[in-house]
C-alpha cells in the first residue's frame, strides 16, 4: 500500500505561481507512475500531469502545457506540480496519483489506484 499527501495550495493572483507537493509513504515508490488530477467545483475530474517512475514518458494536459512541470524525486518519495502563469480556469482541487508500472491509459482517473487527499488551488482574476 502508498499513502499519498497532497500539500501547497492556496490562494494566488493571475499571473502567479505555486508548488504542489506531494509525499508517498508506505512503500517505495520507485516504479510507480505519479502524476496529478484536477477538480473543479461542477466539474469532472480531468487529468493533468503524468510522470514515468524513471522520468520518462512525461505527458501533459493541453491546457497547461507550457506553464506546468511535473518532477519527482523516487530517493525521498516526492512527486512535486510547478504551476506557472496560472489562471482562473485553473482553479480547482488538485490530487496526486499513483499506480504501480505504466498504463497507455494515463489520462483515465480509473487506472490510479492511490490517490491523494487533495489541496485546493484557488486562482482570482
Known amino acids: 500500500q502508498v499513502q499519498l499527501v497532497d500539500s501547497g495550495g492556496g490562494l494566488v493572483q493571475a499571473g502567479d505561481s505555486l508548488r504542489l507537493s506531494c509525499a508517498a509513504s508506505?512503500?517505495?515508490?520507485?516504479?510507480?507512475?505519479m502524476g496529478w488530477f484536477r477538480q473543479g467545483f461542477g466539474k469532472e475530474r480531468e487529468f493533468v500531469a503524468v510522470?514515468?517512475?524513471?522520468?520518462?514518458?512525461?505527458q501533459y494536459a493541453e491546457s497547461v502545457k507550457g506553464r506546468f512541470t511535473i518532477s519527482r524525486d523516487n530517493a525521498k518519495n516526492t512527486v512535486t506540480l510547478q504551476m506557472n502563469s496560472l489562471q482562473p480556469e485553473d482553479t480547482a482541487v488538485y490530487y496526486c496519483?499513483?499506480?504501480?508500472?505504466?498504463?497507455?491509459?494515463?489520462?483515465?482517473?480509473?487506472?490510479?489506484?492511490?490517490w491523494g487527499q487533495g489541496t485546493q488551488v484557488t486562482v482570482s482574476s
Open positions: 508506505g512503500r517505495s515508490f520507485t516504479h510507480y507512475t
Open positions: 510522470m514515468r517512475w524513471n522520468g520518462a514518458d512525461t
Open positions: 496519483v499513483g499506480r504501480w508500472g505504466y498504463s497507455s491509459d494515463y489520462r483515465s482517473a480509473d487506472v490510479y489506484n492511490y
